[in-house]
């Protein structure tokens, strides 16, 4: 990455697990698109009066040439399992972008816009006299 790793923790007190585990996450996201820019990784806690557990939420931003990918996933109650499927999504998504950019989508064929409709060369009566008030 040209731009390094940017990790940001609200609402809860930062672990140096939590970070060296988003820092292994994000090493693998190169190996998906090796042109990846940057990466910036917003975790929050968000202070929510709600019945369940303490829900976070995970915000990736990556940066890649010509574009930027957001990725957002709200509340989940581990953070493990809210980083795993973020990161999950950035994959996924980074895997497309690159697929758009190699030209490896399928485009569906056009069809010319001034399109005779089928069968109108088989209209009875003829062209040159007027219709029949």
């Known amino acids: ?9 609200r609402d809860m007190p930062a672990s140096t697990a939590l970070e060296d585990h988003i820092r292994e996450k994000a090493a693998k996201l190169e190996l998906f698109y090796p042109p990846l820019m940057g990466c910036r990784v917003v975790i929050e806690l968000p202070h929510k009066h709600k019945h369940q557990g303490k829900l976070f939420n995970v915000r990736i931003d990556l940066t890649v040439p010509g574009s930027e990918i957001v990725i957002n996933r709200d509340q989940s109650e581990d953070i493990y399992v ?7 999504a950035a994959k996924r998504k980074l ?24 069968g109108a ?4 009566g003829d062209s ?6």
């Open 121 to 124: 060369e088989d209209v009875v």
């Open 95 to 118: 895997e497309d972008y690159g697929r758009r950019q190699r030209g490896d989508v399928k485009t569906h064929q056009s069809w010319p816009a001034a399109a005779e409709p089928a």
């Open 82 to 88: 809210a980083l795993r499927d973020a990161f999950d």
């Open 1 to 9: 990455m040209q731009i390094p790793l940017q990790i940001t923790i």
């Open 128 to 133: 040159e006299t007027p219709p029949a008030k």
